[in-house]
Structure formats: structure tokens, C-alpha cells
């Protein structure tokens, strides 16, 4: 049994650092750091915030989703962070520095992918329109987060996995 998740672990390893180097042009550009910042959490109550006061059809119900779906969110991916306690990418290989500094020393799962792939489900159900769009953007702050040095592919995987099962969940919930 060890040997799977040693050959899982080394997979993530090299698809990790086969990440980073490709996406050196993204990296060099700054475009990884916008796209990484655009899921910072004031962002989403910032744009949340926006639509409720434009009323955008669907905005009132989707703004109650959200908040639902975050207070789910934040502990639940605050607690397993701090119980699975993966080090990051610079802490298990010392000569590795990432681009940026990360807000804590735990990468499992990405905290950004949990909220952008929470918010695009939330999204995408209330403006179906968009859904197209908010999935691309979830996906590229995901794929930041490993262009920056900061996560492991399964990290990301994992918080993608998370934040929609989140979305989900928040959606099969009666809102009146």
C-alpha cells in the first residue's frame, strides 16, 4: 500500500515541476499573480456585493447560496489543511523557491481552488450563461497557484474537488 501512494506522491512531484516549467511565459508575464489574486477572498464578496446592488436576476438568491457555501467552505478546508498538514512545494524540496509567498506553511487542498470552483458551481447555476466563463477562471486561479510554486497539481485537484462538492451540496438546499 505504500508503494501506490509513494508512486502518487512522486507522479504529483513530476507533474508539479512539469507545471512550473511550462508555464514559465504565464509566470513572466505576471499574468499567474493576477490570475492567483483574482481569487483572493474579498474578491468574491466584492463582486457578490455588485450584482445584488445591480439585481441582476438571480443575484439575491445566488448572494444567499454564496454565503451559505462559504461558511460551509472555510472551515471545512481550514480544518483539513490543518489536520492533513501537507508541506508545500518549498518545503519539501529546499531548493525550490516559489514566485510568491504563500499566506501559510500547509498546501492540501489549494484554498484557492476550493473558493474558485465553489464560487463558479454557485455561479454558473445562477447565471447559466456564464457558467463557460466562471469554470475557465476557476481553473486558470487553480493552475496558478501550481505556475506559482505554491501547490502540488493535487492540491489543486483536491480543492477543485472540494469547492464543487461544496457548490452542490449548498445547491440542494431549500432557499426561500
Do not use: C
Not at 499567474?32 to 477572498?41: F, L, P, Q, V
Request: aromatic share 16%.
Amino acid at each position: 500500500m505504500t508503494s501506490i501512494f509513494e508512486s502518487i506522491r512522486r507522479m504529483d512531484e513530476f507533474t508539479f515541476y512539469w507545471l512550473f516549467r511550462f508555464t514559465r511565459l504565464w509566470r513572466d508575464s505576471r499574468m499567474a499573480i493576477w490570475m492567483s489574486r483574482s481569487g483572493d477572498g474579498p474578491y468574491y464578496a466584492a463582486l457578490a456585493g455588485v450584482m445584488a446592488l445591480a439585481t441582476v436576476e438571480g443575484s439575491l438568491i445566488f448572494l444567499q447560496r454564496a454565503l451559505i457555501g462559504f461558511a460551509i467552505e472555510l472551515p471545512v478546508y481550514w480544518w483539513l489543511k490543518n489536520t492533513l498538514r501537507r508541506a508545500r512545494p518549498a518545503l519539501e524540496r529546499l531548493s525550490f523557491r516559489p514566485v510568491i509567498t504563500p499566506a501559510d506553511r500547509f498546501s492540501f487542498p489549494s484554498g484557492h481552488s476550493t473558493a474558485a470552483f465553489l464560487f463558479a458551481g454557485l455561479a454558473a447555476v445562477s447565471f447559466p450563461a456564464w457558467a463557460m466563463v466562471f469554470y475557465i477562471w476557476a481553473s486558470l486561479v487553480a493552475l496558478s497557484r501550481v505556475a506559482l510554486g505554491v501547490h502540488f497539481p493535487s492540491d489543486i485537484l483536491a480543492g477543485a474537488l472540494l469547492g464543487s462538492g461544496i457548490a452542490y451540496f449548498t445547491l440542494q438546499l431549500p432557499i426561500a
